[in-house]
């Protein structure tokens, strides 16, 4: 699974969109890191809004592993 985070300012006017940050974590555990990852997201701070994407990633690791 891939968390990706984008954010935009609120002051007034909705900007769009941008690339916040992204993280994965194959290892063991790694999807409650990666869903501990995103609630850090989940509220606005003073004038940020944040979006986030997840992507399951699970055929990628049986692939390459």
């Known amino acids: 699974m891939t968390v990706t985070v984008y954010s935009r300012t609120i002051n007034g006017k909705k900007t769009k969109w941008e690339f916040h ?3 994965t974590d194959g290892m063991p555990d790694g ?5 501990e ?3 850090n997201f989940k509220q606005r701070e003073n004038d940020k809004e944040y979006k986030i994407e997840v992507t399951d990633n699970e055929w990628f690791f049986e692939r390459h592993n």
């Open 31 to 35: 999807k409650k890191r990666e869903v």
């Open 37 to 39: 990852y995103a609630a």
């Open 21 to 23: 940050s992204t993280y």
